[in-house]
């Protein structure tokens, strides 16, 4: 019952804090070009976000070895229209022992590298969604029971956008799992994989921004506090068209 008890407790102190000092991931490779990417460990996408009027033409590429030394995907050009946000998709390799899966774009002579998130205990309903609608997180809280004590997660009150200005309060919509007694037997307990779903509308943005937001798991003691990052994901506008998934190479590098 002890457990159980502690369980429970884990649970229930979620609360949703102030913001903190917190701003987007690094995601623009210029002014009108935006990117992020994203992998579920087998599969890599890469947006790329285009808000001029003029098409554009992008390098994507990797700076990330597998254990021969080599590139995880090859290079791939890009070009992507005027007012347009397209997704291209690859295969890569296994990278080497202890190296962070990173995608370099490359526009002219501008360059950045874009790490790649990798779906952890936060999973976003999609990383690219329209301006002005609702949007989820499903959160995995199974974690949670391996703490001892008292702990508490503290969700972000407000998303945080690119431009610093559009926000909109973060909701947590629902809390489930954990253990409970079977209905119709009062002997029995089950235990369910506990999670909750946070939503939040997104910004009423013309062009593209994003979005995102942390949780911090703290017992009380700050020094022992814990941020996880949340999803950053792609909000575009009326103005801009999302053109879906190109149906080009797998970017696959075989040997």
Do not use: C
Request: cysteine-free; aromatic content about 8%.
């Amino acid at each position: 019952m002890r457990k159980l008890a502690a369980i429970a407790m884990l649970l229930l102190m979620i609360v949703v804090a102030s913001a903190s000092a917190f701003s987007p991931r690094d995601s623009n490779l210029s002014t009108d070009v935006t990117v992020i990417a994203w992998s579920d460990g087998t599969d890599l996408d890469v947006a790329v976000a285009n808000a001029s009027n003029t098409r554009t033409t992008v390098t994507i590429s990797t700076p990330t070895v597998d254990s021969r030394g080599r590139q995880v995907f090859s290079n791939r050009r890009v070009d992507v229209p005027g007012r347009t946000i397209i997704v291209e998709s690859f295969r890569p390799a296994e990278p080497r022992r202890n190296e962070q899966l990173v995608v370099r774009v490359t526009e002219g002579f501008r360059s950045t590298d874009i790490p790649v998130q990798m779906v952890g205990i936060m999973e976003p309903e999609s990383y690219i969604i329209p301006a002005n609608t609702h949007w989820k997180v499903t959160v995995d809280l199974d974690f949670l029971s391996r703490d001892s004590g008292q702990t508490r997660l503290v969700v972000d009150d407000y998303y945080q956008t690119a431009d610093g200005f559009n926000r909109d309060r973060i909701r947590v919509e629902s809390l489930q799992g954990g253990f409970s007694q079977v209905r119709g037997n009062s002997n029995t307990i089950e235990y369910v994989r506990p999670s909750m779903v946070l939503s939040m509308k997104t910004p009423q943005v013309t062009g593209v921004t994003t979005i995102t937001f942390n949780i911090r798991k703290t017992d009380g003691s700050s020094r022992r506090d814990e941020v996880f990052e949340g999803p950053l994901v792609m909000v575009y506008g009326r103005n801009v068209r999302f053109a879906g998934t190109s149906s080009g190479g797998s970017g696959r590098v075989y040997y």
